[in-house]
């Protein structure tokens, strides 16, 4: 499985760092404030979340491309992507009445 660390960037600026699974094109849920500390976890349910905000994910960030591949959301308590983690999951949340990453 080819893994690679990418980046959210927050409105502010701010980045943290994810594993990108480039064999399934999915980003992991979890960030971490260092990009040597990512390690490939696999995705779990969230918490309730209430601080999530608009993120550009940038899946290559680490490997010479800073382009923005979609927009999700995260959570900078929690260190999660609570958005969507692919562009399958952006096409289908705007084309649905399902929010990736809401608890009910």
Excluded: C
């Amino acid at each position: 499985m080819a893994n690679y660390i990418g980046a959210v960037q927050f409105q502010d600026g701010e980045k943290l760092f994810f594993s990108y699974a480039g064999t399934t094109d999915i980003a992991r849920r979890n960030l971490f404030l260092d990009a040597a500390d990512v390690v490939p976890e696999e995705n779990r349910n969230l918490p309730k979340v209430q601080d999530e905000e608009d993120v550009d994910v940038m899946p290559y960030y680490m490997h010479g491309d800073p382009d923005v591949m979609f927009r999700s959301r995260a959570s900078r308590s929690l260190r999660m992507i609570t958005g969507p983690v692919s562009l399958d999951e952006v096409d289908w949340e705007s084309r649905s009445n399902i929010t990736f990453g809401q608890q009910e």
